[in-house]
């Protein structure tokens, strides 16, 4: 069995917390062009919008194929193992907490866009042929990189041992492209606009007298 790796884009969903559409268009637009890990679980998260970090990925991404130009060339062994080690230059800005509201980040609405991500995925195949109809079966799957994440970010489907249905896997270097074409910026939590840090103080003391009672 041979190894090949092949370039492809990643398409999800980026979710911001912000207090407007246009902070939380610079804040996409001031962090896209960097590389997570894609093994740190902490950037994906499927939890309610409320209790949201400041940034998170969405849980499932789908298989957009191959980047522009891209080919399959075959590279040995080594190389898997070198993309799958942990990157040694961790990137964490949109994961940090949601400063000027602190504790009372969760009120803060939550907006979200598609994000387009690249990373190398790796194909074991027998010959060039094999490689091909393999990264063709794999275009559009979904992949949920948070329950998956053992399975995507790992060797095992590599092995020739393996016994995988579909022998291939990710490079845990995703890099941040930007923005998907053609896709608005829009609020899902909640429905109203923000009401400013005095509507959150007033709320929490409310909740805080309520749980007194």
């Known amino acids: ?11 999800g969903n980026a979710h911001i917390k912000a207090t407007s559409n246009e902070q939380a268009k610079r804040i996409l637009d001031n962090n896209c062009s960097n590389t997570i890990d894609g093994k ?3 950037w ?3 939890i309610p919008f409320r209790y949201r970090r400041k940034a998170s990925l969405s849980t499932k991404f789908t298989v957009a194929g191959p980047v522009v130009s891209a080919t399959l ?6 190389t898997v193992h070198a993309a799958q080690d942990r990157w040694g230059r961790c990137w964490h800005g949109l994961r940090w907490a949601y400063p000027p509201l602190s504790k009372e980040h969760e009120q803060v609405p ?3 866009k ?4 690249t990373t190398t995925a790796f194909i074991r195949a ?7 109809a393999v990264v063709a079966e794999f275009n559009q799957m979904t992949l949920d990189l948070l329950d998956g994440n053992s399975r995507w970010f790992s060797r095992r489907a590599l092995e020739d041992e393996g016994g995988s249905d579909l022998p291939i896997v990710l490079s845990s270097s995703l890099y941040l492209v930007g923005k998907s074409e053609g896709c608005q910026l829009t609020q899902i939590w909640p429905d109203g606009p923000y009401q400013g840090p005095e ?9 805080r007298q309520a749980h007194q009672f």
């Open 40 to 42: 740190d679980d902490e």
């Open 114 to 117: 598609s994000l387009d991500l």
């Open 199 to 207: 509507f959150v103080a007033r709320l929490t003391s409310s909740c």
């Open 126 to 132: 027998k010959g060039i042929a094999a490689a091909e």
């Open 73 to 78: 060339i075959e590279v040995p062994r080594r």
């Open 110 to 112: 939550v907006y979200s």
């Open 44 to 46: 994906f998260s499927d």
């Open 1 to 11: 069995m041979k190894i090949y790796a092949i370039e492809i884009m990643l398409k």
